[in-house]
């Protein structure tokens, strides 16, 4: 029985979602959950702020006890050393060097001609050999890479040393068998192939993302990069649920557990859609339990009701959501769905740089919209006064004033999340910062508080981040 390795990417893959920000306490869990589904594999993004990425990593390596930890390199050289330096302490680690090869993507993602990748990757894989055994190769775009270019750069790769090569249909331009005629030529033109193990990585973007990964696995491929909570990559459920239905009949299993993989993959797929729901990318979507508190309830009972919804919250976060829960239950009664906005919204959060003092808005059909905003910081009021094109525009361009920068509105969305006339506003916000995404998210029955409390959330992470 041929034993299939599988890669989770969740924590990979997630950093690439627009606009979704996993706090660091809510990256261990995710780490924890995946080692105890007996994941083989768990994949971390690249580092890009190199004090705190590297500090998750570090903090991980100690909690996963039976997984390999993968740390993503960059695009330099340079970059294995930092991968190494995050993923040294761990008891098993892979570092993986990961490029895309298609023509559009070698110049618009790594800013490299293909000749610069060609020489980029066996070095860095030479390099990454230099301080373990376990490296990995990963073809982000194979399908839609020149073939050639393909062959001869895994085939370079394999000769520098790397123990795994994958290549991914991230574009899901391959159907099942046209994705195992794919695996098959590649088997027979790289011979090289037959001494690593063959990975893949394939899309739900058509619909047959694991139909494709079951091709791979006919067709000789030994592991499969899955993930939870991202749609377009298939779930370590559907995988399980294959070999246990299936998996005798194509002489293959895993090491999931299949006792445990429902309820933390669905715990895992619960926390990220929480955090979209935080993020404005989707409506809070709890069942009502029949609980409605008004503002007689004290932070006791709140953080009781919080623990009843099924939430495990320090006391830090719990006098955050009880602030947040007195601000509703001053204008009408809190049910268990605002509730559960309230808690997505203001726990697990950066500490805040900037906290929102007090907001006046001037605005009419017949007079300039203006705002004057005062932000506190360390202690210290800052006032701006702003005129605007309309009264969210000067509001922001009030924060502006205060803080001396501007940042690129990626995007800006408002929607009710409850019913009624006292309905709750939820509001996000998409900065850009170096080339960055960061997101926030603000409620109130007040929509312009609420996109004011936006902004400031995505603005504290970039403050944070960048600090």
């Excluded at 990593?57 to 991968?83: F, H, L, M, N, W």
């Excluded at 993986?96 to 020489?119: D, G, N, R, Y």
């Excluded at 429902?262 to 929480?274: C, E, H, M, Y």
């Excluded at 009880?322 to 997505?344: D, M, P, R, W």
Aim: net charge negative; glycine share 6%; with cysteine.
């Amino acid at each position: 029985m041929k034993r299939i390795c599988i890669a989770d990417i969740t924590m990979a893959g997630n950093a690439a979602v627009s606009g979704l920000s996993l706090t660091f306490r809510e990256k261990t869990e995710i780490a924890r959950s995946l080692d105890r589904m007996c994941a083989d594999i768990i994949e971390f993004a690249p580092i890009e702020n190199e004090k705190i990425d590297t500090l998750l990593v570090r903090t991980a390596a100690p909690i996963v006890k039976q997984s390999t930890i993968c740390q993503r390199a960059g695009y330099t050289v340079e970059s294995v050393d930092t991968a190494w330096n995050a993923l040294s302490s761990a008891a098993k680690k892979r570092i993986s060097i990961a490029f895309p090869l298609s023509s559009a993507q070698m110049e618009f993602v790594c800013h490299m001609k293909p000749k610069a990748i060609t020489e980029t990757i066996p070095a860095m894989i030479a390099r990454a050999k230099t301080y373990l055994d376990d490296v990995e190769f990963c073809a982000i775009d194979a399908t839609r890479t020149e073939y050639g270019y393909l062959t001869a750069t895994i085939a370079s790769a394999i000769e520098a040393g790397a123990t795994t090569v994958t290549v991914c249909d991230t574009a899901s331009v391959m159907m099942p068998d046209e994705f195992t005629s794919f695996i098959e030529k590649l088997r027979a033109d790289v011979p090289a192939l037959a001494n690593v193990r063959l990975g893949v990585q394939c899309s739900n973007g058509l619909g047959v993302g694991l139909a494709c990964a079951i091709a791979a696995i006919k067709a000789g491929a030994d592991e499969i990069k899955c993930a939870s909570g991202i749609p377009a990559i298939p779930n370590e459920k559907e995988i399980c649920a294959f070999m246990k239905s299936r998996g005798d009949s194509y002489g293959v299993c895993c090491a999931l557990k299949s006792s445990e993989i429902s309820r933390i993959s669905s715990q895992i797929d619960w926390l990220i859609s929480g955090k979209k729901a935080e993020n404005g990318m989707i409506s809070a979507s709890s069942e009502e339990t029949g609980i409605t508190l008004d503002s007689t309830a004290d932070a006791s009972v709140v953080a009781a009701a919080v623990r009843q919804m099924g939430y495990d919250l320090n006391e830090d976060d719990n006098a955050k959501v009880y602030e947040a829960f007195q601000n509703i239950a001053e204008k009408k009664a809190v049910s268990v769905k605002e509730l559960e906005v309230i808690v997505a919204t203001t726990a697990l959060q950066v500490p805040p740089t900037y906290k929102l003092v007090s907001y006046v808005i001037n605005n009419g059909n017949i007079i300039p919209a203006t705002a004057q905003i005062q932000l506190e910081k360390t202690g210290q009021t800052l006032s701006g006064v702003c005129i605007g094109d309309g009264p969210i525009d000067a509001a922001f361009l009030a924060i502006e004033q205060i803080i001396g920068h501007h940042y690129e509105l990626d995007a800006f969305q408002i929607q009710a999340v409850t019913e009624g006339r006292e309905a709750m506003g939820s509001a996000l916000i998409r900065l850009r910062s170096a080339g960055k995404l960061y997101s926030g998210s603000g409620i109130s029955t007040d929509i312009i508080g609420a996109s004011i409390r936006a902004y400031l959330s995505a603005l504290n992470k970039i403050v944070h981040e960048e600090a």
